[in-house]
């Protein structure tokens, strides 16, 4: 599919519904997502990964995965290393879960063209 996604959106901040949009729109056009009717909603759409998109992310995330043992391979060898690392990952998943990120109000998708 490889339809312009028009969207009415309420977004915090604002500056991200042409962000958004656009990138919805390239995501379709490179046959990695694609536009769905929404069931529970027949005004909108939904957008959800194409067999080929999901291939890229799992190549991706296998790609990502290879380099992050190449990287800690050697700082593992470290003595006290691996500790260290396990106590960074908890610091950053709890930044994570503690930091309020803006999200979307309300989305309603329209095809057009």
Sequence with gaps: M???VCAR???NPPHLEGTVTYRIEQLIKQD???????PSDSRGYLIRLTAHGLAVIECA???SAEHSR???DDVLEIPSAGLLFVELLRAYEHQIETTKLPRLKKVSKRLSG
Excluded: G, M
């Design 2 to 4: 490889s339809h312009p």
């Design 9 to 11: 959106r309420t977004v």
């Design 32 to 38: 990695l997502a694609e536009c769905i009717p929404d």
């Design 61 to 63: 995330v296998k790609a």
């Design 70 to 72: 190449f990287i800690l």
